[in-house]
């Protein structure tokens, strides 16, 4: 799930309008320039279950935050984000949801250099 998510968002013209798609990383945003960036966190996964057995879907909740130097550039950024993924079915996603977001700003002493965040949820069915 994790490459075909990635994958998924790094083939959308309109979030590497904004954000360069090798700037699209699973974790965390590896060390280079300050932004715009997006990061996917997996907050929970789990599979499938019925009294026959395994049923081969997982649903996960992952988080997708991007990050940058402004807040309207960020906005777009989770905008654009939002509508690749949200309702999205094909392969092995069988359902995109939308579950939630959120904005931040993160921490620091230097109030210049502190990036905005859009923090959304999205609960993910996967039949791998």
């Known amino acids: 799930m994790e490459e075909a998510l990635r994958a998924l968002l790094q083939g959308s013209s309109a979030v590497t309008a904004l954000v360069s798609a090798d700037l699209i990383n699973w974790g965390a945003h590896p060390q280079g320039p300050v932004g715009p960036y997006i990061a996917l966190l997996t ?5 499938g279950l019925t009294m026959q057995g395994a049923t081969g879907m997982e649903e996960f909740r992952v988080q997708i935050d991007c990050c940058g130097p402004s807040y309207s550039g960020t906005k777009a950024a989770a905008r654009a984000v939002k509508s690749a993924l949200h309702g999205y079915r094909s392969g092995g996603f069988r359902l995109i949801e939308h579950a939630g977001s959120r904005d931040s700003r993160e921490g620091g002493s230097n ?16 039949r791998a």
């Open 43 to 47: 907050v929970s996964g789990i599979e």
């Open 111 to 126: 109030e210049a250099e502190r990036l905005f965040r859009s923090s959304q949820d999205f609960i993910i069915n996967w």
